[in-house]
């Protein structure tokens, strides 16, 4: 599965931004996805994951009530809107997908896409 993750961008605290990861290669369906972050200096993070039937998710509790995961596996696609941005959440957003049920674990994810970057002003 190849993976690229685009719709990063500039935007002051309390906006929004709608981040999407386009799926390309192998069945995209078979697949649980994740939204992982990186900021500078720290280590990556868990942000969200979605089922591949996209019936259930999973949030960061720093995420939580802000971020909504979605798929559209017609479309061999995956977004995370992202609204109350913080400055916090700066950071390179990467998309992952796993074989395998969803989980938190960054080393669990098999192909990542090539990272974002999301910069919120204060």
């Known amino acids: 599965v190849q993976l690229q993750a685009s719709g990063g961008g500039l935007v002051q605290a309390g906006g929004s931004l709608k981040l999407s990861c386009a799926a390309s290669g192998r069945t995209f369906s078979g697949y649980a996805m994740g939204w992982f972050r990186q900021a500078p200096g720290k280590e990556r993070e868990f942000v969200a994951a979605?089922?591949?039937?996209?019936?259930?998710?999973s949030y960061a509790d720093s995420v939580k009530g802000r971020f909504t995961i979605s798929r559209d596996n017609a479309k061999n696609t995956m977004s995370l809107q992202m609204n109350s941005l913080k400055p916090e959440d700066t950071a390179v957003y990467y998309c992952?997908?796993?074989?395998?049920?969803?989980?938190?674990?960054?080393?669990?994810?098999?192909?990542w896409g090539q990272g974002t970057l999301v910069t919120v002003s204060s």
């Open positions: 979605i089922t591949w039937s996209g019936g259930r998710t």
């Open positions: 992952a997908a796993r074989d395998g049920w969803y989980v938190r674990d960054p080393a669990s994810y098999d192909y």
